[in-house]
């Protein structure tokens, strides 16, 4: 019998929150937990129980990437070291290719796309991820052997992109999802007849990221998708840097005098043509309709995080002052808005209806009526409520004393004589209704009696 492994009492508080208490309900309570630890002396271990996506059910990995991004806004460094170590674990995982840790490599992936849905990882290492599945390794990372009757690879990127691939419907990330579709196409060709449930796999995946998509029929084909996605983007990287470099030399041009702004605007023009000339090796003219078009494309095909990195030179930073503390005024101020809005609110009818549960039958005394109950208690007049609550799951009641001068007091009186007014006058019509029955029926009696005449049991009438 396997001896159980000892830890730590700290260590196995960890995996109990993580692997057994972690859930969608008590997820706030294991971060609050997580965070009272030792942190520059437990992150370690942290990260390795989180990596161990193996230990809770697939569907909730999600949590795990939930539980990470509450905890990054109190520890910085987490998400670097638990990206740098479940990239590696799946470098070498995948160098490996082991059949019984192939679960563990799929939930790791999962956890990868869950942490982008919760902006603990960025684009680039999704894409770095897709493309490292569809290579067979290179210097950096070493060889990475790819059978071509083996469809492991394949599915990793169907998770991957089903994960967090539908937010890459827009702008740069967009292009490159399309140069990496175009890229696995052709990879699908150098695999052996793929399984059917495969072939479903793939095309739920391109039907979730892109529902238009026509898939390649022949290698060929697939080659022509390539050439055509790395031509475009090659090309809006190309119109980018030239606009980014118009943009830049506008900004140097704007720091000089403003006497010379009509010079420094025509030689700016032939700069963006001297650009656009290099950049896309064609012999088109530099006029300012081209560098609008080609700001508008630099805007399309970079991403937010390439222009912060070239604006460098212009940063600002905001700072905010701790807040002070409330004085007396501002209570008073405070309290006197609060009164305004309730007033308010009264008096355009904009109130809000309250939950009026009736107390059950079997708990309403013989004595007790529609009208409230006055009682003298040193010498105030005080209104006897019944609260109904609950005690070991049964319905209990209790009675509390409210002043005559509040306003539940005002609303139970009001309600009791509505209340009362409402069955008087149901009352009134249902016995002036009654009346109009029981005199017309006397009155058909009487005319029938007239024409005819009463008769008895024997048929005759009495005269």
Known sequence: ????????????????????????????????????????????????????????????????????????????????????????EVRQLLHANEFAKQQRLLGLVKLLGELYNDLVVDS??????????????????????????????????????????????????????????????????????????????????????????????????????????????????????????????????????????????????????SDDEGASGGGRGADDADARLLSEEAADSFDYRDEHVEEDEAVVVHWKPKAAEPSADDDLFDAEFQKMLIDNRGATGARRTQLEVEIPLALQAE??????????????????????TKKNHKATTKEIEVPLETTIAHASFDRSNAEAHEKDEVKRKVLGYQAQVDGGTLLNQYQQAYRGGFRGRGGYSRS
């Open 367 to 388: 004595s007790d009526n529609s009208v409230p109950k006055l009682v003298e208690r040193g010498g105030e007049t005080k209104v006897m409520f019944k609260l109904l």
């Open 1 to 88: 019998r396997a001896k159980c492994k000892e830890r730590p009492p700290v260590h196995d508080y960890i995996r109990h929150l993580i692997f057994t208490k972690l859930n969608k309900t008590n997820l706030d309570f294991v971060k609050k937990q997580l965070r009272k630890l030792d942190w520059p002396l437990h992150e370690t271990y942290v990260v390795k129980s989180i990596l161990k996506v193996q230990k809770i059910k697939y569907n909730q990995v999600y949590l795990l990437a939930s539980l990470t991004s509450g905890l990054v806004r109190y520890h910085s460094t987490l998400p670097i070291h638990l990206t740098d170590d479940l990239l590696s």
């Open 124 to 273: 680039p290492i999704i894409f770095d991820m897709l493309y490292t599945f569809i290579s067979t390794g290179n210097e950096r990372v070493g060889a990475m052997p790819d059978a071509p009757s083996d469809f492991l690879r394949v599915r990793l990127v169907c998770t991957l992109l089903d994960t967090c691939g539908h937010y890459f419907d827009r702008g740069s990330t967009k292009k490159k999802l399309d140069t990496f579709i175009a890229h696995f196409q052709r990879y699908l060709f150098g695999k052996e007849s793929m399984p059917m449930e495969m072939d479903f796999a793939v095309s739920d995946m391109l039907d979730l990221i892109n529902p238009s998509f026509q898939r390649a029929d022949t290698c060929e084909a697939a080659d022509a998708f390539v050439a055509l996605a790395e031509g475009e983007h090659k090309g809006s990287k190309a119109r980018g840097l030239a606009a980014l470099q118009v943009h830049k030399q506008g900004l140097n041009v704007g720091e000089e005098s403003d006497d010379d702004d009509d010079d420094n605007r025509a030689s700016r023009d032939q700069r963006v043509g």
